[in-house]
């Protein structure tokens, strides 16, 4: 199976400061189709998860500009530009190249200072 | 409004069967994949397997293959996950989760139920 990594798992942040989220593939993401298929997901706590980036960079509808995501190949990372109360939560990557093997990162636990 | 609604949360014995279901509305059900997600007590998430309701075309991941059932009524707009033989390491919070229709070359779940827990324990 691909293995995500993600760094940090624990991430305490300044409210109003960059929070940034590693995400690593043991392979590369690219499919054949040329599109890399790398996504993420917030899970607020006591909430279900929710997608907040697809195909790397693409913010889903209401998302918040201050989440940005970048990357290629094997190596991407999340950034919110400010932080906010309401951004606490877990983060995770999540890899739709490989079918059927679609993984998920460990997550990365965002909390304020 | 485009949501997925789950079933209530289950306590169940081990060895006992149980069925889960999903209910989709807002959006046309059978022109979307509705998957299965398992979040264990503390821990990440794992995908298990998918159906589109249109036919009824069903894929699992490989480390749920064989553990579980996944089925759909189309008529009611309804997926369901299903245990034939519940076991304690069942014990986890299911998601249900709308995919598009394109599997090879994935976006994930953009629409997500709010979870069903079961509880499996002597």
């Known amino acids: 199976d691909v293995v995500m990594t993600q760094s940090p798992l624990s991430l305490p942040v300044t409210l109003g400061q960059p929070a940034s989220i590693s995400c690593r593939s043991s392979?590369?993401?690219?499919?054949?189709?040329?599109?890399?298929?790398l996504n993420w997901f917030q899970q607020r706590p006591g909430q279900s998860p929710r997608r907040l980036i697809y195909?790397?960079?693409n913010r889903d509808s209401g998302v918040p500009d201050r989440f940005s995501g970048s990357g290629s190949g094997t190596d991407f990372t999340l950034k919110i530009s400010r932080v906010e109360a309401e951004d606490v939560g877990v983060y995770y990557c999540?890899?739709?190249?490989?079918?059927?093997?679609?993984?998920f990162g460990q997550g990365t636990k965002v909390e304020i200072k | 409004e485009v949501q997925l609604v789950q079933s209530g949360a289950e306590v169940k014995k081990p060895g006992e069967s149980l069925k889960i279901s999903c209910k989709g509305s807002?959006?046309?059900?059978?022109?979307?994949?509705i998957g299965w997600v398992r979040q264990m007590p503390g821990k990440g998430l794992e995908w298990m397997g998918i159906?589109?309701?249109?036919?009824?075309?069903?894929r699992y991941s490989p480390s749920f293959q064989g553990q579980v059932t996944i089925s759909a009524d189309k008529s009611i707009s309804t997926a369901y996950l299903q245990w034939s033989s519940l076991k304690a390491s069942d014990t986890a919070m299911y998601y249900c989760?709308?995919?598009?229709?394109?599997?090879?070359?994935?976006?994930?779940?953009?629409?997500w139920g709010q979870g069903t827990m079961v509880t499996v324990s002597s």
């Open positions: 807002g959006y046309s059900f059978t022109s979307y994949w």
């Open positions: 999540m890899q739709g190249t490989h079918w059927p093997r679609w993984t």
């Open positions: 159906i589109y309701p249109g036919d009824s075309d069903t």
């Open positions: 989760a709308r995919h598009e229709p394109e599997l090879l070359g994935s976006v994930a779940f953009d629409i």
């Open positions: 195909k790397v960079s």
């Open positions: 392979q590369s993401l690219v499919y054949s189709d040329g599109n890399t298929y």
